[in-house]
């Protein structure tokens, strides 16, 4: 843990008076393998650059004094950034798990996933009639701009300089990352929970209306429009030309990128509410809120292996090599083999998991509730 003990040295938290905050003394650096956006990645695959093995054991955890949603955490430079429902963002040293800082204007409900650029961080939320998409400075600890789009419960995506999210008012939006002025608008009329996915100049995404909408992300034009039979909460995955999604309805459902026609669709029997993660080049993983993990083939969408968990999955599993790591509504974090479904680790946490892991190097951050957790697998020193 050198070299991560080496990197906190760099960081210096001042903490104002009458209020919080996050200064940081020393630049932050996005470095290849950082998981700086939700689904780490702008196609939302759900894949950590780095292979982490089980088992693995605990090495801190911090009490958040409010639940985290279901995709919440973003890491760069060895520094951890976790939002929380009611309307902060914490950022942790991983190597001690000590707290840089806080800020807690992110309104009422802020249960999406930071966008960590550098030395800002763009965050989105609901429930502040002022602001609902902020990017902070980090070095300064004093708001680059704040814009107000409507509550938003969807994380912002970046992709080719631009920053993507829809909001509850049924609205999809491209802003500029440096001032956060509008580009387009899309309107759907129903509300949006699901997270954009970006490839090229394509967007996807769902919306509560139980259409699953793919614009141009150069105009805001529609591309095309696909009806399912109930809302689509669910983030898509972008792969190989094609857009891999889930619905309420129970169906897993390819799309063709180019033309909007499903090539095929799986009925799970279960709601769908969460992203994937590409495992290979012809394997995705998903979970399902009776508590199942499929591994589907993404060329005919047959199953490769189910594995049951004994409670409601609502966040995206994550792949790391060999493994894929899930949390489950029933209490446990798990790692299980990718290419099987053969059970490797668990670890029972103190509440209810409905958070999405994430995979940075040698280390596994979860949340369950108030509870956010960081796993090693690395020899834990016991301190007498």
Excluded at 85 to 93: I, K, N, R, S
Excluded at 126 to 139: F, N, P, R, T
Excluded at 225 to 231: F, G, Q, Y
Excluded at 241 to 249: C, E, K, Q, S
């Amino acid at each position: 843990m050198r070299y991560l003990r080496h990197l906190f040295a760099f960081f210096f938290v001042i903490l104002f008076a009458g209020c919080s905050g996050i200064t940081l003394e020393k630049n932050v650096s996005v470095l290849p393998g950082d998981w700086v956006m939700a689904g780490g990645s702008p196609e939302q695959t759900n894949v950590s650059s780095y292979e982490l093995a089980p088992p693995l054991n605990l090495l801190w955890d911090y009490n958040l004094e409010g639940g985290v949603g279901s995709a919440g955490i973003a890491v760069s430079d060895a520094v951890v950034f976790v939002n929380v429902l009611q309307g902060e963002m914490f950022t942790f040293d991983i190597a001690t798990g000590g707290k840089i800082g806080n800020i807690k204007f992110l309104g009422k409900d802020a249960s999406t996933t930071p966008l960590v650029l550098g030395n800002d961080v763009i965050v989105s939320f609901a429930g502040d009639k002022k602001y609902s998409l902020v990017s902070y400075d980090m070095i300064s600890g004093k708001n680059n701009w704040g814009k107000y789009y409507g509550d938003i419960q969807t994380s912002p995506v970046l992709n080719d300089g631009a920053v993507y999210f829809g909001s509850l008012s049924g609205i999809q939006y491209k802003a500029d990352v440096n001032s956060g002025r509008r580009l387009w608008k899309f309107k759907t009329g129903s509300p949006i929970h699901s997270t954009s996915s970006l490839t090229d100049s394509i967007m996807v995404f769902g919306c509560d209306n139980g259409c699953i909408y793919s614009l141009n992300t150069n105009s805001g034009k529609k591309r095309w429009e696909l009806k399912t039979e109930a809302p689509v909460n669910s983030t898509a995955l972008i792969h190989n030309n094609t857009a891999f999604i889930g619905g309420d309805d129970s169906m897993y459902y390819a799309i063709g990128l180019d033309s909007g026609n499903v090539l095929w669709k799986r009925n799970l029997h279960s709601k769908i509410v969460a992203g994937s993660s590409l495992f290979g080049v012809n394997s995705l993983i998903t979970g399902c809120v009776d508590g199942s993990v499929y591994s589907l083939n993404t060329n005919d969408g047959s199953v490769n292996w189910v594995y049951r968990t004994k409670g409601s999955i609502l966040s995206s599993p994550v792949v790391s090599g060999k493994f894929v790591y899930c949390s489950s509504y029933d209490g446990y974090i798990y790692s299980i083999y990718a290419a099987t479904g053969e059970y490797l680790w668990s670890s029972m946490l103190e509440n209810k998991v409905r958070t999405s892991p994430v995979i940075w190097k040698d280390y596994l951050f979860v949340a369950a509730d108030e509870m956010f957790y960081c796993f090693t697998n690395k020899a834990i020193e016991i301190k007498k």
